[in-house]
């Protein structure tokens, strides 16, 4: 087995509650140096009972412990298709912790904000840049909400419009999150096969005067560039819709291609994948969202206006959708993304693109006679498998999980759900060709074990920090807080 | 580039293996039509050192500095962080991991959310929390959403006046195109909810009553007779924490009837960071659990029956339900929700109720001296906890830039949200403004008083 997964002393832990000692506090308030007073009696609540007791110590032996449990991108290769997991780059930590910038309140007054707004200004304007939108938000906190915004921006569209449209074409590679957000814009979804790619047919089918909007991904789950888009864009266009289009997959086209240009009215970004902001273990993300010259009076406010003596926030925008969160936008995090944009430069942004287009294809070349391939096309910065070819009752999950002892984050599986039992992989361009093989030893290996030795993958993982859990049992009997025994 | 690491001699045998010429073959798939015929006009690239020093310039030009003194509140809140927080947070496991998908590899996220969770319950008085939302405007558009969702038939939500008025606007953006009907409940006099507009306007039609705890005038709100009001007529009391600190000090919502509670948890340990990433809660009746939107951890055991966490519930969620989901969201606030954890765990039991103690008595000594300055008054005389309104004798904004020339960030001038309160200017203090800073605030507005 030429794993990296190897042994180290694990150290348990357990529980923040099962930690306390009556007594201990891990904070020394500052002085108190105007007297105390006593606060309405009627008012006040009683101990808050389960909170923990520690020192400082403790704290600090508790979250190193868990952390320890845990595996990111700094640990190894992490390869979750459509999460471009690239590499964080430690300097963007540095500078988002600035005090000018960590430290100051929203509500400050713009011209004591100067400094903020210009790197938002100037990130905006990269953005556009980079996608071909004339007009963009910064606004959203993540994706979802960046696809939430766009879709209340075309719904703004056509109510301007006087157009009475309530459906949204949504094909069957989609992320889960397109369908949701166009039910909460109140549309209804119509579902559109794909045989790997959108074809201009399908669409004429299912477009008529009732549909307010196509949604897709481009290039798609599939790694797949929609060859057709800029037809199906005006096909969409002279029926009365518009176009969003899911920006996730967005590190497969820096440079080579631009979204706008395409004839696509709104696309959202996804900082935290293609713009290398860490992702937190679950967030936070953030989300901006190009649109065309049309829908620019419908932006979110506030928008940042430069002007002569400065930069502005500015809410009064008749036609806004209007706020999404309570302030501007996820300004830690755009600083983090606007710091890799400088570091990059146009050149080795696009230069990005490629390798990571290099990679998937490398990973594909090399896996193809070991894993079933689904889709032939030539597919840009990920690439899908399915378990089809698995003997001996081994499945996706199965091979997911005997990645975990070879010291491998394993791919997304699963998904997308056009595909059997889903293994996508997106490596990103942050790894080396070694850092590939060893991923691909591990899987040509693993199929190997399927074949011979199936157990291996059954009763896997071994080495990780727990075995496999039991995820019905959680879902049966749902414990989501610890309650005192 | 040093985040690329290829050398020309490895990609050629990567060209090789794959069976093409050169890497551009590889975007075959790219109709010619649909290429960028040109390059990227972005400026050039930037060395560490040369990044570090323009980062610098651009966050020069603010008023953090030790030499200024700042009042701002209004959802956000300038409390010290300790320096543990940072330190455990840069761990990368911790932060350069994804959403828990793999829970075998990822059950330190896991276990720190679950403790979110907890907390998040126990400061609440709820019984289930999720793993955390965008922030708090969201998270309460969020409730107002499941309000909706848990009683399938009512179409109406009345938001107090008294709640943060961006949350206000947040919830108008998120019912925009639903059928819904948004009811504004007037202020009473004393600043709190008025609670015989509430009786008038509920009907079974109501949904949810949404109201700030305290509110976003500062006043600590009544929710136990609003939730009595709420539930008679089938409502579900929805409360809106923005300052939860609060919470530390005051009764707790749970256990003044609330149904939902949600909040911004940026006063727990997270930089202001111009307004984000913040966190936002969301706290429930066991009831209402398969409506909750977003993540949940939940504790199972393993092949060995040794305890660990996963993700659970997911079928509530956008990639199983697709547009049946209680929600579009995806990600969470996960580095947030665990700084929020580590914060309430040094702070715990015994400081966290202090540290708002501490506040309380802060703000009281700030508001009574105001109240006796010539020309201010008071709007509102009902309890506060740290933040409060002020009538100025002239326009807030006048005093606002009377004060900046000392180098004092006053508050928040109310003219736009508020014009019904003459001059208000919204004022918040924490354990950050010493009695110096108080006492020179203090005889600062003597001074704008002319």
Redesign the interface.
Known sequence: MSAIGSKGLILNEKLIFERSTAGRCGYDLPLLDVPSVEPDRSLLRDEIEGFPELSEVDVVRHYTRLSTWNYGVDSGFYPLGSCTMKYNPKINEVVARLPGFAHLHPATPDHLSQGALQLMYDLQQALCEISGFPALTLQPSAGAQGEFAGMLMIHAWHQAQGNKRHKVLIPDTAHGTNPATAALCGYDVVPIASDGVLSIEAVAAAMDDSVAALMITNPNTLGLFEPNIREICELVHSRGGLVYCDGANLNALLGICRPGDLGIDVMHFNLHKTFATPHGGGGPGAGPVGVSAALEPFLPVPVIMKEEDGYRLVADRPLSIGQLRTYASQFGILVRAYAYLLSMGPQDLKRATELAVLNANYIRARLEGSYHLPYKQRSLHEVIFSDADLPNDCHTLDVAKRLLDYGFHPPTIYFPLVVQGALMIEPTETESKQELDEFCDALIAIAEEAKSSPHLLHEAPVNARTRRLDETLAARNPRLRWEKS | ?R????CDQ??R???D????EK??D??????E????PR????????A?AD??R????????????GSWS?F?????Y?H?I?A?I???I????????????????????L?????F???I???TGM???N??L?????ACAEAV?MALRCSRKRSKVMLSRGL?P??R??V???V????VELIEVPLAADGRTDEDAVKQLLDEDVAALVVGYPNYLGV?EEIESLSRLAHASGARMVVAA?EPLA??????PG?QGADIVVG?GQSFGL?????????GFIAVRQKD?RSLPG??????????G?R???L????R?????????T????????????MV??Y????????????A??N???T??LREQIAALPGYSLPFTT?VFNEFVISCPRPATEV?KRL?EDKI?AG?DLINDYPEIKNGLLICVT?QN??AQ?DRFVDALKGAAA
């Open positions: 580039m985040y690329l690491p290829h490895g990609i045998s990567m060209l293996t794959i069976g093409v890497i551009n590889l975007f075959s798939g790219i109709p039509n649909c290429r960028l390059d990227l006009e972005l400026p050039a690239p930037l560490e990044l570090q323009h980062f610098q310039a651009l966050a020069a030009e603010s008023s953090v500095d700042r701002l509140g209004g959802g956000y300038d010290h300790p543990v940072d330190h455990l840069s761990r990368s496991e911790f932060y350069t991991a994804y959403t828990p998908y793999q829970p075998e590899i990822s059950q330190g996220t276990q720190a959310v679950f403790e969770q907890t907390l319950c126990q400061l019984e289930i929390s793993a955390s965008y922030d708090g405007a969201s959403l943060q961006r949350y606007e947040v108008m953006t998120y925009r195109y639903l059928d600590v923005a919470m530390a000090l005051y009764r707790s256990e911004e930089p202001l960071s111009y307004g984000g990433p913040g966190v659990m993540r949940l951890v939940g504790e199972t055991v393993d092949k060995d040794e660990g966490f996963v659970t519930l997911s079928t969620e956008q990639h199983i339900r697709r547009e049946k989901a929600s579009n969201i995806c990600s969470n606030q996960g580095i947030c929700a665990v954890s580590i309430l765990s040094l702070l715990g039991k015994n400081g966290l109720p202090q540290l103690r501490d309380y008595s802060r009281t000594y309890s606002l900046e960030l928040i354990e010493d009695r108080l």
